[in-house]
């Protein structure tokens, strides 16, 4: 990886002009305010300051930003300041593609607009950015143009159709990527395409018309990197800034000598988490084998390359993965879709010996191939064929004694598989990943802190020694926010379940019919949800309110835009709806929440989690469930008030704020102190919408 630094070993370090910039652009009547004419926000100036001020010293900074703060131009400004002046390059990431868009669209020009409104800043108006996104999303013309010559020994000639409206759109798109193609690409044939290959290099491709060769081009010039958490810490594993030859000692995380700054980073641990474990699918190691030699079809790489022997070991390989994964199914997985895998040997190892003998054999063709694309290639199958069978191996031995394992089925018909694994403790990754690359990294967000301290997630996150700082949010909540508490909903854990949802819907019905705008009801289950969207969908109808629930036809990101276009919508949502919704104005005029958002302790990763808790002596509950709950109510409250003329309602259904000592904490995090106790006598008397 390629960074923008090239510095000449005894040259001076340039001036770091960042802090006293930032200074100047965000202090009452500074450059923000004549340049832009927006508001001065104290709390605003006092990020800006701190994020130049770790950025300078290469030291972590955690900071929590309430909503309405300004957090993106906090960082972004000094940032690419910093960035540009030191020939570093930022990597911002998020969590949200609705946070990327943001920035893409809206935030970066900002800044770009600020510093060619002020004389002192002009050289920085030139900043390039670039959003970085996965290889496998590109289009590789070099591997488009190899799949039509090759397409007799590739693709079956139903998928030839397929390809040709491939070729078409390459001839139209300017970006190459996949999201692009209506409707997608069929993943079979995309694999034939796609940049995700060795084939697709600066030594096979013409750089000028290869979709990613461009993308790569762009993102080696960008000053600015924007790139989602997923896809970074997917990149951090695979080696980061130390990948492509860099030395060890280099700082940096994704690229030599970059900095960070990790918006939505309460999303974090979860998300590094995810991706810093196993993740084998009976789908995967299917399309990988059959990308060799699929025998339905009579296609593959080893039609051409392989001969008989060859396509008879990829016969064998994926006879035994069927056995291998059909065993898993019917034994470890015929009772529930996730289970945990706590001894060694939970399946036989029948994948192992012909995975090994494939491996050896594809070496054996590499070796006679002549050196170029297509021997690039075969050696690349080669390593993707070991690290099938160096996961499986690890994953039937429980290899890493600080990961807990499981096996998951998924898909519409529940028919695959996944072998899955996930690091209980995610803090020394990240210190060894994240904090201790010797480079500054910010991790911001609305919700960081518990109880008003930042300690417990600054411990969770590896990053013990960074410093902390809670800025409140600027708008008027006392004002402009009511709470409504119901205190006679049965709680959840009550014998008459049946009893408990009648009575949620009957309060769902009622206050989502009393206000004009939308309301966004948040479920912390889906069979709670579909049950409540059963009663009341047809109540909705006979009012003619507009109702969706997550879960149906359309996106997340599509039922967002409906709430926004509608303006009365009412929405039902889960898990992913507690965090990253933006919806200003009346379109969203009320928040309910059913249930405090506790995670049922049964996952793998929880249940090893609490058992690692227990094993030192601690308590499950207050170090873990409680924080993470917290958090994402936080997150949930949060989706109300979006701008500084924002009004409404945030209406909590679980009585175990009133009922529970813990309670006292989810009355806490509310930026409105006092609230209004409902029962279904005196609602229609005490709940009062804004007029």
Known sequence: MIGLRDDSGSAPPPVCHAPALAAKIFAEGGWLQEGLRLEHRPQQETMARAVAAALRDDQPLLFEAGTGVGKSLAYLAPGIIHAVDQSRQLIVSTHTISLQEQLESSDLP????????TPELARYAEFKSAVLVGKGNYLCTTRLGHALADRATLLADADYDELQRIAAWADTTESGLRHDLKPPPRPEVWDTVNADSSS?????????????????????????????????????????????????????????DDF?????????????????????SSYGVDRTLKYLFNPRTKRGLFRKLGGPEAQQLVVDALEASRQFFDQLSVTLLAQRPIVRVRDEGAAEPVLDGPLGALHRLVG??????????????????????????????EWLTLGDKGHVYWAERSGRKQTIVTLRSAPIDIAPALRRHLFGCGTSVVCT??????????????????????????????????RHMRVYVASDVPLPAAQDAKLALDVLADYIGFCTTRVRGGSLVLFTSYTDMRAVAATLEPVFAAAGRPFLMQGADLSRTELTREMRERGNLVLFGTDSFWTGVDVPGDALEQVIITRLPFDPPTHPITEARCD???????????????????IKFRQGIGRLIRTAQDRGLVTLLDARVLAKTYGRLFIDCLPQSNYTILTRETRTEKFRPFA
């Open 445 to 478: 967000s609305a919700t960081l802190a518990m109880g008003g301290q930042i300690a417990p997630f600054a411990e969770r996150l590896g990053a013990d020694e960074a410093r902390a700082v809670l800025v409140q949010s600027p708008f008027d909540f006392a």
């Open 260 to 280: 960070v700054v990790l918006d939505e980073a309460h999303t974090v641990p979860d998300v590094a988490t995810e991706n810093f474990g196993l993740a084998l």
């Open 364 to 393: 054996k063709l590499a070796d006679k191939l002549e050196d170029g694309r297509e021997r690039d290639e075969v050696l690349e199958q080669r390593q993707r064929i070991k690290a099938l069978q160096a996961a499986i191996t």
């Open 612 to 630: 690692h808790i227990r094993d030192r002596g601690g308590n499950p509950f207050n170090e873990l469930t409680l924080p993470d709950a917290l």
């Open 200 to 256: 697709c290099s600066r030594k096979h491709c013409d750089c000028e018309k290869c979709f990613y060769q461009r993308a790569r081009a762009r993102i080696r010039s960008a000053n600015v990197i924007i790139v989602n958490h997923a896809l970074l810490f997917a990149l951090i594993n695979a080696g980061g800034a130390q990948a492509d030859g860099a030395t060890t000692d280099a700082r940096g995380v994704l690229f030599p």
């Open 110 to 117: 900002k800044c770009r607009r600020l510093f060619r409104s």
